[in-house]
C-alpha cells in the first residue's frame, strides 16, 4: 500500500526567464534584408549597461540548484547579471526560434514589425534557408526534456533564454503534466514558473 507524504514535499520546479534589455536600438526604419542584418547584429549584441535587475528573479536565480542559459550573448549576460558568475549550463538548444522576414520590396518598418511578420511567415512554413518550424518544435522538446532531467528530484532549475522559444518549451511541459504556477508574460527579465511533484513524492 502506498504511502501518503505531507503536502510540504518537495516539487520539481522550472523556472524560464527572459534575457535582459539588449543594447541594439529598436529605433530604426529597416528594408527586409537590413531586418536580416540587424536581427544578426541582434543576436550577437548583448544587453544595455544600464539594467534594473527584478529582484524576485535573480533570488530564485541565486538560490537555484541549477542556472542554464541560451548560448547566445543576451541569455549568458542575463544569467551572470542573476548570480555574479557564468551560467552552469550554456546551451544552443535554447537559442531563440528563427524569424525569416518576408521579402517585401519598398517597405520600411520598424524592428517589431518586421519581427511580428516574420513569425508569422514562419508558423506558416516560410523558413527561409533557416531552422523551420518543425525542427523548430522538435528543438523545443529536446530543450524541455533537458529541463526536467536537471530538475528531477526536487532540484529548482532556472533558465535564461528567449521570448518566443520559451513559449514553445512552455507548449511540451504543459503537455507533459507541469503545472505554471506564476507566469510575468514575454517582457524583458519577466519569467514564468512551472511545477510538477517529484518522483520522490509518488507513491510506492
Known sequence: MGIKRPLSDPKDVIVIARHGKP???????????EFRAWWGKYDEGGLAEIQKIPPK????????????????????????????????IVDEVFVEAPLPPPHLPFFKLKPKTWGTLARICWFWGFPDDMENVHDGRKRAAKAADILESH????????????????RMIK??????????VKDQGDLHWKFRRYERKTDETQSE
Open 151 to 166: 530538475a528531477a528530484g526536487g532540484k529548482t532549475v532556472v533558465l535564461t533564454a528567449h521570448g518566443w522559444f520559451n
Open 57 to 88: 528573479i535573480q533570488a530564485i536565480a541565486q538560490e537555484a540548484d541549477i542556472l542554464i542559459s541560451s548560448s547566445l550573448r543576451r541569455a549568458r549576460e542575463t544569467a551572470y547579471l542573476l548570480r555574479g558568475r557564468e551560467a552552469d
Open 171 to 180: 507548449t511540451h511541459l504543459l503537455r507533459r503534466g507541469w503545472v505554471c
Open 23 to 33: 543594447a541594439l536600438s529598436r529605433k530604426v526604419r529597416l528594408s527586409w534584408r
